[in-house]
């Protein structure tokens, strides 16, 4: 009878542990060993996260999201707004600008729209474990959206690099949805740069703002010199282990969803984890930005931590 009561309260104790270590886990656990990013890698990331905020101003000479004193687009330099109807459900609106202050010429993607069909097509389309890509796996709809933006844009890219010479980057950037399309773009555009006038690999980049997980973990590291992930606290899509075409299916039943992850996530090993080469993580270098820590209340100056996954 002893025996049977101490099991008993090994196995309370045991699920009172795990509850608690879930229910007090935050973003910022995810990145306490990190290093803190410098001032220098992190200074584009503002400024490319405005160019974003554009793709969803309905007019540019009348920003919705007006910046206090930061970073400003010059409307001269837009060379190109794409919207849904011109698209045809085949990526999400696009923007194409030429920053000549700081030398870079950018494709900036919007995020998942709600309202749109077509984005739900792009993020449902995945066959887990049937679409690899350069020795590694990869969002089968985001690599499809990603290749049809390069067949698009390629001329135009080309000729705006090669027109304002050499020493521009080319930057790629994407909320959301669109950092997926963004990332895998850029992916193909370091392996094919002859499409792009011969472009060096060290003057692509690509900024991926709330990543979507959309490549294995082998691809996210091999890519980490050109691809920066920038991670809100507890930015949930990016961090949950579930793909996101799978809470998108459930989202009437997310919370039953979500229990039953958890609850399977708990009892499979980390190391199993890691070894399933189909398995979509974020892609590239990550930077995760924390401003709340637990049981402090309000924020505090936020602190940029960084490193390589893996």
């Not at 410098?38 to 400024?47: A, K, L, S």
């Not at 010479?165 to 080319?170: P, T």
């Not at 993580?281 to 936020?302: L, N, T, W």
Request: proline fraction near 6%; charge should be neutral.
């Amino acid at each position: 009878m002893s025996v049977s009561c101490g099991v008993e309260c090994v196995l309370v104790l045991g699920c009172l542990r795990w509850g608690w270590k879930r229910c007090t886990y935050i973003g910022n656990n995810d990145s306490e060993t990190w290093p803190t990013a410098t001032v220098d890698e992190f200074e584009p990331v503002p400024r490319i996260c405005r160019i974003v905020l554009a793709v969803y101003e309905e007019d540019l000479r009348k920003p919705q999201f007006e910046p206090d004193g930061g970073y400003r687009l010059n409307q001269d330099w837009v060379i190109k707004r794409v919207t849904y109807e011109q698209t045809h459900g085949n990526a999400p609106p696009y923007l194409i600008y030429a920053d000549h202050d700081h030398r870079e010429i950018v494709l900036a993607i919007r995020g998942l729209n709600l309202a749109k069909e077509s984005d739900y097509k792009l993020l449902l389309d995945n066959r887990l474990g049937m679409q690899m890509f350069d020795g590694g796996y990869v969002h089968y709809g985001l690599l499809k959206s990603a290749t049809w933006l390069l067949d698009q844009e390629s001329e135009t890219l080309k000729r705006l690099w090669m027109e304002n010479g050499s020493s521009y980057k080319m930057v790629f950037a994407g909320h959301s949805l669109g950092s997926g399309i963004a990332a895998l773009l850029t992916v193909i555009v370091v392996n094919h740069r002859d499409k792009l006038g011969g472009i060096p690999r060290s003057n692509v980049q690509c900024y991926s703002i709330a990543p979507a997980r959309c490549m294995s973990l082998n691809l996210a590291v091999k890519y980490a010199d050109v691809i920066q992930s920038i991670v809100l606290q507890d930015d949930f899509l990016p961090r949950t282990p579930t793909p996101l075409e799978d809470i998108f299916k459930s989202l009437f039943c997310l919370p039953c969803l979500l229990f039953l992850v958890c609850l399977r996530d708990t009892f499979i090993a980390e190391g199993r984890k890691l070894r399933d080469p189909r398995r979509l993580y974020a892609p590239g270098r990550m930077y995760h930005i924390v401003e709340r820590k637990f049981c402090r209340c309000g924020r505090y100056p936020p602190e940029v931590r960084t490193a390589i996954p893996g």
